[in-house]
Each structure stands twice: as structure tokens, then as C-alpha cells.
């Protein structure tokens, strides 16, 4: 029933910034967990952050103080705030939601997005 669609993603030189969005439909939970994962070239697929629908927000401690994650709620839109990026965050970035107030962890996430690509050069 959800439909997730990621855009913003795009090459940068690294130490520049980058907005990814995320836009939902068909979501009609009251209590939510909205979030990004990545995965980057030969590596397994890691949580970025998450935003829930009290307002809470965890972000992984490599990203922590350059990754900023937010929503707009009249418009059920994700973002993420991307500064200071480097080499190593080059990785496909999907956005999901799951049901609940959730952890980082994808297991726990139902729907989502195709993925947008974010390339760091140097």
C-alpha cells in the first residue's frame, strides 16, 4: 500500500553537502518509524538514521554531526541533510518505513524505496 520514491542523490566532491528526499503515499500510520540505509560498493547494507513520528531521531556515529535527518509532515517527506561527505559515504541510499517506533535495523522496516545513488569524489 506504501510507495516510497528517493531523489537528490548525484556525484559531489567531497567535503561538499547533498539533500536527499524522500517522498511517501498511501502512509496512513499514526506511530512510525521513517529512515535511511545505505549500501555501498562490495559492503553490506548499514543504517544512516532514523526520524519517528514522536520526534525522536537516532543517527549511526560515523555520520553523527554531518548527517542531519527530517521530516515534513504536511507532505509525508523524508530528508536527509548530507555535509562534509566523503569518499566512503559513496553508497546507494534508500529510505523505508516500518510500523512503530523502531531501531536501525532494516529487518524491522516493510516498505521501501528503489534507492538513489550518492557519489563522493575527491
Known amino acids: 500500500q506504501v510507495h516510497l520514491a528517493e531523489s537528490g542523490g548525484g556525484s559531489v566532491q567531497a567535503g561538499g553537502s547533498l539533500r536527499l528526499s524522500c517522498a511517501a503515499s498511501q502512509h496512513t500510520y499514526t506511530r512510525y518509524s521513517f529512515a535511511w540505509f545505505r549500501q555501498g560498493p562490495g559492503k553490506e547494507r548499514e543504517g544512516v538514521a532514523v526520524i519517528r513520528s514522536d520526534g525522536t531521531t537516532d543517527i549511526m556515529p560515523s555520520m553523527r554531526g554531518r548527517f542531519t535527518i527530517s521530516k515534513d509532515n504536511a507532505n509525508d517527506t523524508l530528508y536527509l541533510e548530507m555535509n562534509n561527505l566523503k569518499q566512503e559515504d559513496t553508497a546507494i541510499y534508500y529510505c523505508?518505513?516500518?510500523?512503530?517506533?523502531?531501531?536501525?535495523?532494516?529487518?524491522?522496516?516493510?516498505?521501501w524505496g528503489q534507492g538513489t545513488q550518492v557519489t563522493v569524489s575527491s
Open positions: 523505508a518505513l516500518g510500523r512503530g517506533w523502531l531501531p536501525l535495523r532494516s529487518y524491522n522496516y516493510d516498505s
